[in-house]
């Protein structure tokens, strides 16, 4: 998806215009997001990559990603990395990454980590990720924070070779494959209202039985091959599923 993208603004930004060129450029990465050749959530090279592969200077495609920030058609953050804010369409068949939602909404992002280590597959993981059990897999588990409040659990699942060093990990788990030429084409999801057991009542700030939303994602590579399975518990009283919304899943933390 992202050659696609490059291929598509080059393409633009060779046409004859009198506007300048970074106005060229921050309107063909809109035209290009409109196309759904980017997706909300997705991240975009770096700027010093972008202006290598488009053969333009780093000031244009600065200027650029200022004027797309103020629009608030992407987010730039320190250590995360650009992400497409805003389209005109999108599912829940595509990732829409966590922090990208919670700063789209003005908010802050951190994480408490439970987990980061090589364990061998369970059946039921293997299942998921079509492994053989016992082959060795990298599980994250962190609590999510938005406004250093508990909003979320995620215990995530991924194929060693697209992960080997998860102990490394402190951020986006997105923007990094995207440093690593990964990319996500296709999200699968499942959702069910359940209640919350004690024991996550207590890490979520939340009393025993509150609502929580259990979403099972599943995420494939350009190659259809899978390389993530997540459970992510959600607090109730945070997450909810809006169909009239671009993203489907509403985050609330006032």
């Known amino acids: 998806m992202l050659n696609h993208f ?53 000031v244009t495609v600065s200027k650029a990603m200022q004027l797309l920030e103020e629009k608030e058609v992407i987010i730039r953050q320190q250590g995360i990395g650009t992400q497409v804010a805003k389209s005109g369409n999108s599912s829940l068949n595509k990732a829409v990454g966590f922090t990208s939602q919670i700063i789209k909404e003005g ?20 299942k998921k990720l079509s492994l053989n059990i016992g082959d060795h897999i990298a599980e994250l588990r962190r609590i999510r924070l938005a406004n250093d409040t508990p909003v979320s659990l995620e215990n995530t699942y991924i194929p060693r070779k697209y992960l080997p060093c998860p102990e490394l990990l402190e951020g986006s ?18 959702i069910k209202a359940i209640s919350c057991p004690a024991e996550l009542a207590e890490l979520l700030n939340i009393a025993e039985n509150s609502p929580l939303l259990q979403i099972h994602q599943i995420s494939f590579n350009g190659q259809n091959d899978i390389i993530e399975f997540s459970e992510i518990l959600c607090r109730g009283d945070i997450y909810g599923l809006d169909f009239n919304s671009p993203q489907n899943i509403d985050i609330n933390y006032d």
């Open 6 to 58: 490059v291929d598509w603004v080059r393409e633009q930004l060779e046409k004859k215009s009198n506007s300048p060129r970074y106005i060229q450029l921050q309107k063909a990465i809109e035209a290009a997001i409109e196309k759904q050749l980017l997706e909300v959530g997705d991240f975009l090279p770096p700027e010093r990559r972008l202006a290598e592969l488009l053969s333009i200077s780093r």
């Open 107 to 126: 908010g802050t992002v951190s994480n408490c980590w439970l987990s980061r280590n090589i364990i061998p597959a369970s059946e039921e993981i293997a």
């Open 173 to 190: 788990l997105y923007e990094h494959w995207e440093k690593e030429n990964i990319h996500l084409t296709n999200v699968n999801h499942k």
